[in-house]
């Protein structure tokens, strides 16, 4: 019997253009300039739309650097991007969804991540979903801030006119 799955959602609404936020959201091997969270992205294979990477988290203060193996495949003419962990790690599986969708304000970035944690992990999966969706906020928010700052900078160049 499979464990039930924890699900959080989260989303928020970027302004700027499709391609640019595509583009960004979609550029592992650059995550460690775009979310806060990552130290490193190492592509380790790409095939088309479909990448494998290593993520790397900052050190903790007792110097654990939590790293794991994921597999991405984009699909933008769907506006959607299924991932899921490779290296699980603490999870007994971890799935992420990510849906775009154009709106008046902009683009609308939605992350649905469905998981369950293995017995032995520091977390349940109450707790890890409280904590999935407080660092989504943060990042999210983050995320925003930068896409929206590189638009604004193209425009400003002149391309994208």
Do not use: C
């Amino acid at each position: 019997m499979k464990p039930a799955a924890a699900r959080t959602e989260n989303s928020i609404v970027i302004d700027a253009p499709f391609d640019i936020v595509w583009h960004m959201t979609n550029d592992v091997a650059n995550w460690p300039r775009l979310f806060s969270e990552y130290a490193s992205a190492e592509i380790l294979h790409r095939d088309g739309d479909t990448v494998r990477f290593r993520l790397a988290l900052h050190p903790e203060e007792d110097g654990k650097v939590w790293s794991w193996v994921s597999e991405r495949v984009m699909d933008r003419a769907n506006k959607y991007v299924r991932a899921h962990r490779v290296e699980p790690g603490p999870f007994a599986f971890m799935n992420i969804h990510w849906y775009y969708r154009q709106t008046d304000a902009g683009v609308e970035m939605r992350w649905v991540q469905e998981f369950h944690m293995k017995q032995d992990a520091p977390l349940d999966d109450e707790g890890m979903a409280a904590r999935i969706n407080a660092n989504s906020k943060v990042q999210l928010a983050l995320i925003k801030e930068r896409v929206e700052a590189a638009a604004r900078n193209r425009t400003r160049a002149g391309v994208g006119r």
